[in-house]
């Protein structure tokens, strides 16, 4: 008969290897290389990529990847290893970390968890809300590497997890946490990362996924609506993104009345360089400088317990 044994992937976008030029190219390589973060057609995109975008983008990423770089590596690799041993802890069970660009690799992750005798696999990409440049990303892959494997387990394949309501308990204990903290703000924005709105257009729920963890949250914490603004943040390129764009906004608040300002980025299920450097730092100073008076940043969920909590029961629903 035969065992049923069940294991957790963990699936996160990745990160640079260290805060160097080199490493750094390796990464945006892969990473830009998909064609689910970039279709532009590959004979155009590879010349662009490899000639411009590489050579020029790399030594200025790489400066910021060190400007928030920890002791123990960079600061998503940091929260993803202890969300895997935290998770792990919680459900007895093998959990393994595989990352979409970078390493650890999906294929050392899906390995670990087949060597160990792994039947049933319940696989939870780290980003709340579904998109094609994310979500879809962890599937191609995963299809890539199971092409190898003569024999396959169980997958249960966890879409996204928007609007769960231990997903937004713990965004509104963080949330209160600031509050408590710092006072509540004149206007609390929660900034997503962009796609481009042709990928909306072309069937990308995303945006409405977004609104969906928005409207949840806000109704959780007791805001009226105009308290709360949702944005998009980390365009890429020159076809239009997801609007309003969160540097845009944050350059225009003070004008509005906006004096003091709380951004977190719900999105993001642990800290690295986007809400470190590009929220926390580059949208602080946009804001300040054009009048704002306060700006805190809401760290990103990390390992909070209320977090793994989440995680634990995403994936015991699935047993």
């Not at 299809?143 to 387990?153: A, E």
């Not at 929660?190 to 257009?201: E, K, L, N, T």
């Not at 995303?206 to 009226?224: I, K, M």
């Not at 309003?244 to 300002?261: C, F, I, N, R, S």
Request: hydrophobic content about 40%.
């Amino acid at each position: 008969m035969r065992q049923d044994k069940p294991g957790v992937l963990l699936v996160n976008l990745g990160t640079p290897d260290a805060p160097t030029t080199p490493a750094v190219k390796r990464y945006l390589k892969q990473f830009l290389g998909d064609p689910r973060v970039v279709d532009t057609p590959r004979w155009l995109w590879w010349p662009i990529l490899n000639g411009i975008i590489l050579p020029f983008r790399s030594p200025r990423v790489s400066k910021l990847y060190a400007s928030v770089w920890m002791e123990e590596g960079s600061p998503l690799m940091v929260y993803s290893k202890r969300q895997r041993e935290a998770l792990a802890q919680r459900l007895n069970m093998p959990v393994a970390l595989g990352m979409s660009y970078g390493s650890p690799s999906l294929k050392s992750a899906v390995d670990s968890l087949m060597e160990q005798g792994v039947t049933r696999l319940i696989v939870l990409p780290l980003y709340p809300q579904f998109s094609c440049s994310t979500v879809a990303a962890v599937w191609d892959g995963l299809h890539s590497v199971f092409k190898r494997y003569r024999s396959l387990p169980d997958i249960q394949f966890i879409r996204d997890y928007a609007e769960h309501p231990a997903y937004i308990a713990a965004l509104k204990a963080s949330v209160e946490r600031s509050f408590a903290q710092h006072g509540q703000p004149d206007l609390l924005v929660m900034s997503y990362h962009g796609i481009p709105q042709r990928f909306a257009d072309e069937g990308d729920d995303y945006p409405q996924r977004c609104a969906d963890t928005t409207a949840a949250l806000t109704q959780a914490l007791g805001l009226r609506k105009e308290q709360v603004m949702m944005t998009f943040q980390s365009r890429f390129g020159r076809e239009p993104w997801l609007t309003p764009y969160t540097d845009e906004t944050m350059q225009g608040l003070a004008a509005k009345g906006v004096k003091h300002v709380q951004v977190m980025s719900p999105g993001f299920s642990a800290d690295c360089l986007e809400t470190l450097e590009e929220i926390s730092e580059q949208n602080r100073e946009f804001f300040m400088h054009a009048g704002g008076e306060k700006f805190e940043y809401i760290p990103a969920l990390n390992d909070d317990d209320a977090h793994i909590e989440m995680m634990a029961q995403l994936v015991s629903s699935r047993l």
